[in-house]
């Protein structure tokens, strides 16, 4: 069936560190791709998102490519900054069907 | 604010009891999800609604169910509560059913304690 894997966290980085969160997924069909984040206290925010192989989401400083032979959506940014402390999903929807599917969720801390 | 609004935003509740959430979508979103954050199972999909009609189902118990009326809001009914259903309740909604792309705007969540 479709899903998404995530990279377990919790994930602490020092400020200007440079992040990544592994997500891959399986799908039957021709997914979607995205991440959401979740700032503390807050429902989930769509971060950036990618709609078919080889695009780029980007947004704030991250991005996320969508990797078809790899069938991954891992999320980079350069410079993280204490502001960017939140939980990050990874998430899918296959064109076909009507339900998203999240990832467990990564929990990254940026400290000063 | 993603424009979907959700009430109650706490409840505090006991077991065996029966409570009601409710979501209004964004104006002109047909499309309702529910979803169960716990801390030990991470974000759960519940149910979807499109336009009324019941589209996805998810890992929702036989105890909870839910409903889309004709205004697109929606209510979640969870009953016979138990302590493993304290949790946040998030709705979400977006525009289309199908399609290449299709954003979900998240509610703020209703926190739900069973005492």
């Known amino acids: 069936g479709d899903s998404v894997t995530q990279m377990e966290g919790p994930v602490t980085l020092s400020e200007e560190a440079f992040l990544t969160i592994n997500c891959t997924y399986t799908?039957?069909?021709?997914?979607?791709l995205f991440w959401y984040v979740q700032y503390p206290g807050e429902g989930l925010q769509l971060l950036l998102k990618a709609t078919k192989a080889d695009d780029k989401g980007s947004n704030k400083g991250f991005e996320a490519t969508y990797r078809k032979e790899t069938t991954s959506f891992h999320l980079e940014k350069g410079s993280v900054q204490v502001s960017d402390s939140a939980v990050y999903f990874c998430a899918l929807k296959v064109n076909t069907g009507n339900q998203f599917y999240f990832g467990t969720g990564t929990s990254l801390t940026v400290i000063p | 604010d993603s424009g979907v609004t959700q009430t109650p935003k706490h409840l505090i509740t006991a077991t065996g009891q029966r409570v009601t959430l409710r979501c209004s979508p964004r104006s002109g979103d047909l499309s309702v999800y529910w979803y169960q954050q716990s801390l030990d199972q991470g974000l759960q999909f519940l149910i979807q609604?499109?336009?009324?009609?019941?589209?996805a189902k998810g890992n929702i118990l036989e105890r909870f169910s839910a409903q889309q009326f004709p205004d697109l809001h929606s209510e979640l009914n969870l009953s016979s509560l138990e302590l493993g259903d304290s949790a946040l309740y998030f709705c979400?909604?977006?525009?289309?059913?199908?399609?290449?792309?299709?954003?979900?705007?998240f509610g703020p969540g209703t926190r739900l304690t069973v005492l």
């Open positions: 799908a039957t069909g021709y997914p979607s």
């Open positions: 979400a909604s977006s525009v289309l059913m199908r399609g290449s792309y299709n954003e979900q705007f």
């Open positions: 609604y499109y336009n009324g009609e019941e589209r």
